[in-house]
């Protein structure tokens, strides 16, 4: 089956500008996730959605960063008034929501804030 | 919160075997993951424990001690193609919650 997508794949933009990311998790998945991954770091834990609601947004590095999960399906996560320390890679992980379940991961969005 | 700690690098030969150690320190424990990521691409899942002792899976294999707050990943009969980062997680002690990751351990395997 499909496994989870984010686009836009790659993102450059200038320094002040907005950006969305897009996630589509997989089909049935009840928990998303939204991670941050710098050049030789692991991911860093950003926000967590259980259906549609956000369970935990600890991870949220300030209120420049928002996401959203209207209908409990796609999430997007919005960045304002982006700065140079925002570019990553950000991934989007989706799992089935049981305690034993592993992350799925999609292959990422490359951001690069200019 | 939670301290994950992982060796940086780590070469061996194609053929061998290589243990990976992770140890944590962690306000709430709901299982531990090992994922896999290649140079460029997603992290994949590898294995999970959430119980003490041994998890095998083909030629990876997965320890865990809770009281020590320790775990490996033993990967058998090494490949060129296990070249990659390993990343230990650990789960938050809610139901899906989040996982923190550490900062992997890059494996480079040489022939």
């Known amino acids: 089956g499909a496994g989870v997508s984010q686009t836009p794949s790659n993102k450059v933009t200038e320094k002040g500008k907005y950006v969305e990311l897009r996630c589509d998790p997989i089909?049935?998945?009840?928990?998303l996730y939204w991670y941050r991954q710098s050049l030789g770091q692991g991911p860093e834990f950003l926000i967590y959605?259980?259906?549609?609601?956000?369970?935990?947004d600890s991870g949220l590095p300030n209120d420049r960063f928002f996401a959203v999960r209207p209908e409990g399906s796609v999430s997007t996560l919005k960045i304002q008034r982006t700065e140079r320390g925002d570019s990553a890679v950000y991934l989007c992980a989706s799992s089935s929501g049981q305690y034993n379940s592993p992350l799925h991961f999609g292959n990422g969005t490359r951001l690069t804030v200019t | 919160g939670q301290n994950i700690d992982q060796p940086t690098e780590m070469t061996a030969t194609e053929g061998a075997i290589v243990q990976i150690n992770c140890t944590y320190q962690?306000?709430?424990?709901?299982?531990l993951f090992w994922y896999q990521q290649h140079a460029g691409e997603a992290p994949t899942f590898l294995s999970y424990?959430?119980?003490?002792g041994l998890e095998e899976k083909g030629r990876f294999s997965s320890f865990l001690s809770r009281s020590k707050g320790y775990s490996y990943l033993l990967l058998k009969e090494l490949q060129m193609k296990d070249s990659a980062s390993y990343l230990c997680a650990v789960r938050d002690n809610t139901n899906a919650g989040k996982s923190t990751f550490g900062d992997g351990t890059t494996l480079t395997v040489k022939p």
């Open positions: 962690t306000s709430g424990f709901n299982g």
């Open positions: 424990n959430v119980l003490d």
């Open positions: 959605f259980q259906g549609t609601g956000a369970a935990d």
């Open positions: 089909s049935g998945h009840t928990a």
